[in-house]
């Protein structure tokens, strides 16, 4: 069975969700961080197991004319704190009409797209605070 989750589900774990075949799951997870595609979870007594997925999402695809101009959207997006997955030359990140037009003023190329988002995990990703 086949679990899609969103970039925002992949990091909550618990709650209930649906898998592909239309069966709910009840996620009460014990361990820290996020669940990565390809990850496979069992109940207890092991008699279910589900693959996670990352599930497609409504995203902005954001291509620039110079890779400095993509270095400063990259800038800017992570100073409002915006979940970005990089590529050489593009960005992706969750369609937002304010954002858009934000990059759009700056000369960039912003399309929409739906694909499986899997944005950095952050400079933090593991750190705990006591």
Same mark, same amino acid.
């Given at each position: 069975?086949?679990?899609?989750?969103? $970039?925002? *589900?992949?990091?909550?774990?618990?709650?209930?969700?649906? %898998?592909?075949?239309?069966?709910?799951?009840?996620? *009460?997870? &014990?361990?820290?961080?996020?669940?990565? &595609?390809?990850?496979?979870?069992t109940?207890?007594?092991?008699?279910?197991?589900?693959?996670? %997925?990352?599930a497609?999402?409504?995203?902005?695809?954001?291509?620039?004319?110079?890779?400095?101009?993509?270095?400063? $959207?990259?800038?800017?997006?992570?100073?409002?704190?915006v979940?970005?997955?990089?590529?050489?030359?593009? /960005? /992706? /990140?969750?369609?937002? +009409?304010?954002?858009? %037009?934000?990059?759009?003023?700056?000369?960039?190329?912003? +399309?929409?797209?739906?694909?499986?988002?899997?944005?950095?995990?952050?400079?933090?990703?593991?750190?705990?605070?006591?």
């Amino acid at each position: 069975m086949e679990l899609p989750l969103s $970039a925002d *589900q992949r990091s909550v774990l618990r709650g209930r969700r649906r %898998t592909v075949c239309g069966r709910d799951v009840l996620l *009460q997870l &014990p361990r820290e961080g996020a669940l990565m &595609p390809g990850d496979r979870l069992t109940d207890s007594q092991e008699d279910v197991e589900v693959l996670v %997925t990352a599930a497609s999402e409504a995203l902005l695809r954001v291509e620039a004319p110079s890779p400095l101009a993509l270095l400063e $959207a990259s800038y800017h997006l992570g100073n409002r704190h915006v979940a970005l997955e990089l590529h050489e030359c593009e /960005l /992706l /990140l969750l369609d937002d +009409t304010v954002l858009a %037009t934000m990059l759009e003023s700056r000369g960039l190329r912003v +399309t929409r797209c739906c694909r499986p988002f899997m944005p950095e995990s952050g400079a933090y990703n593991g750190h705990q605070h006591r």
